[in-house]
């Protein structure tokens, strides 16, 4: 049986677009396990997150790649990456009272989104622009189309369990029928329903959707969570505070605790840790505590 945590690329071998299906379950499930986001919120990451997936496939990245959607609104931050590994993690920071039901718009404001490519070997990448739509999928397509100039359709669904997104994308076209071909191929695709991408495999959503068409399809690449936090990182950025207000969280608290935002794994660090950190014993330290 297919893994549900799984990214499925195919083409269209008599038409110039590609395209991909990424579903996530335990993934999900486990970003889920470390916050409790209200159901708009936990709506609108889990898209996010699924089209993280989506888009660094569509790269040759050997790094990760961030979409980043800021706002002055009740939604102030939406955060997801996706490594060269397909491994994700994302987190969102919001307003306490968010509404039932509200639109994406309406709760980030006025505001950018941001998607940084950082390769491992070579120069990092970053493209902004402004808030424009009313979905994940629409910031996305428009992003797309100012900096890439990209035809590029995005279908994105996330609920309590499982989260789930389609993409097609046309490539330079070498026939007189590109966007003919376009026009078909996304027409199918617009039928797509969330259940289907929650509970229907891949194989069986690109069949229900284009089992008209000549498709090709690729091995599928599996999806996990994994955040590559450490003690080592947030030793520099405690060194990167000023000394005298750490000392003054020390002495009130006692220790500092500092919580990844993505995991929720916690690191504690009391007054050796500390003076280790702002005054590091020549050649190393060989306490023990």
């Given at each position: 049986m297919q893994s549900k945590d799984s990214l499925q690329r195919f083409l269209f071998l008599d038409a110039d677009i590609r395209g991909e299906v990424a579903q996530l379950t335990q993934s999900w499930q486990a970003i889920l396990a470390n916050k409790d986001y209200p159901p708009l919120i936990r709506q609108y990451l889990g898209e996010l997150m699924t089209a993280s997936v989506l888009l660094a496939a569509t790269l040759k990245l050997e790094g990760s790649l961030t979409i980043q959607a800021t706002g002055n609104g009740l939604l102030n931050l939406l955060v997801a990456e996706c490594k060269d590994d397909l491994s994700v993690r994302c987190v969102a920071k919001h307003h306490p009272n968010i509404p039932a039901q509200a639109d994406l718009k309406e709760l980030l404001g006025e505001g950018s989104l941001a998607i940084t490519i950082d390769q491992n070997k070579g120069k990092s990448y970053q493209g902004v622009v402004s808030l424009e739509g009313?979905?994940?999928a629409q910031l996305l397509e428009n992003y797309l189309q100012t900096s890439e100039q990209l035809n590029t359709q995005i279908w994105l669904a996330a609920g309590e369990k499982s989260s789930g997104g389609l993409l097609l994308q046309e490539l330079p076209s070498q026939q007189s029928n590109g966007s003919e071909d376009w026009?078909?191929?996304?027409?199918?695709?617009?039928?797509?329903?969330?259940?289907?991408?929650f509970n229907l495999s891949s194989?069986?959503?690109?069949?229900?959707?284009?089992h008209e068409e000549q498709v090709q399809l690729y091995e599928p690449n599996p999806v996990q969570f994994k955040c590559n936090c450490s003690h080592a990182k947030v030793t520099s950025m405690l060194r990167s505070l000023n000394q005298a207000e750490a000392r003054e969280i020390m002495k009130?608290?006692?220790?500092?605790?500092?919580?990844c935002e993505f995991c929720g794994k916690n690191y504690r660090f009391d007054e050796v840790d500390l003076a280790e950190i702002y005054h590091p014993q020549q050649g190393g330290s060989n306490s023990v505590h």
């Open positions: 009313n979905s994940i026009e078909r191929v996304t027409t199918l695709a617009s039928t797509i329903k969330n259940d289907e991408l194989d069986e959503i690109i069949y229900r959707l284009f009130e608290e006692g220790f500092i605790d500092v919580n």
